[in-house]
């Protein structure tokens, strides 16, 4: 191989290596836009599915219905609208939709509120409430806990817990229990009633067999 074309080959493999090296750090300050873009739209912005609407015939070139300058839709923060920030937007969307399913739980002429576990347990009880409500049996057991039957068996998610007062468990996927009470045992989280101090929840549940009624809050 002659002298010139070693010399021609040395300098196109530098060439190479300074295109790679190129393509490498652009991929890096595009990445680090976008992780930082994603970073800073923590600040509290509530995005409408309306929003997402806007964006999508913007990047279509399609009429929008509102004016886009009411919100920040640079959500990345790279100084242009594009398919980054609809994928933002869409996220921020979903996770604004995630709010806490409350229930009501009607017992001895009083109305107790609960707010949900974030389960697969808790959600399929709130399924089970969306047919109406359900009302059960409930008696003592153990002196810390109301214990009642439930019409269909849920999925477990059990975890070793020590329960407190207001606590609601789901036990052995059928049982449903409210707790005013402490005991430890691999149980389900459903859910915690709001706002009762544990003499108000005892004297609400009474001594004995209640009956008590659950449903969704409005």
Known sequence: MKLSEIKGMIALKKIISLMLCGIV??????FSSMTTGANETAEPVTY??????????????????ENLTEKPYDLNHDGIWNV????????ACLNQQKEETKINIDVNGHTLTAVLADNSSAQAFAEL???GSVTIEMSDYGNFEKVGTLPETLPRND???TTEAGDLILYQ????????DENTWNFTRLGKLENITQAELKEILGDGSVTITFSLAD
């Open 48 to 65: 409408t599915v309306q929003d997402i609407q806007n964006l999508q015939d913007f990047l279509l070139v399609r009429p929008t219905k």
């Open 173 to 180: 996927g059928n049982q449903i229990t409210i707790y005013y």
């Open 25 to 30: 750090a652009a991929t890096a300050f595009v």
């Open 159 to 161: 975890e070793r817990i």
């Open 84 to 91: 980054f920030d609809l994928c933002l937007m869409k996220r």
């Open 129 to 131: 409430l969306k047919n």
